[in-house]
């Protein structure tokens, strides 16, 4: 069975982009446009592992993170923040919230997939 992965981005090419890579990988893959979408998505889809975009509308990714670490179920859930907000204190945030990675836009292929093995394989 493929591990599963949630992606959370409001911008629709970018899901797509990270949909298809992670496809093409054998990954299982579900979109979330918002964080509450993705929240509501979480529950029925149980991913091994979360993308999500910082900024977007409703909630930001900041608050999805911060909403995943507080729920025991999600607790250690894998988390990469993938965004176009490259800023030290953004990547200060995330940590502090509990984001496992930080991946900046435009993003490779190779890096993406390097990142989901490095956390799916249990090495991150």
């Known amino acids: 069975m493929p591990y599963r992965i949630l992606v959370i981005d409001d911008e629709p090419h970018m899901a797509r982009l990270a949909s298809y890579v992670l496809q093409t990988a054998g990954y299982e893959v579900l979109t979330a446009e918002d964080g509450r979408d993705g929240l509501k998505k979480l529950a029925q889809f149980e991913p091994d ?34 965004t176009a907000r490259g800023q030290e204190q953004d990547m200060q945030r995330a940590e502090e919230v509990g984001a496992n990675s930080y991946l900046t836009k ?19």
Not at 106 to 119: A, D, I, M
């Open 49 to 82: 592992l979360v993308i999500c975009d910082i900024t977007m509308p409703e909630m930001d990714g900041f608050e999805v993170v911060s909403t995943l670490r507080a729920d025991p179920r999600w607790h250690h859930l894998p988390v990469i923040m993938l």
């Open 106 to 124: 435009p993003f490779s292929s190779r890096q993406l997939l390097g990142e989901v093995q490095r956390y799916l394989n249990g090495i991150g």
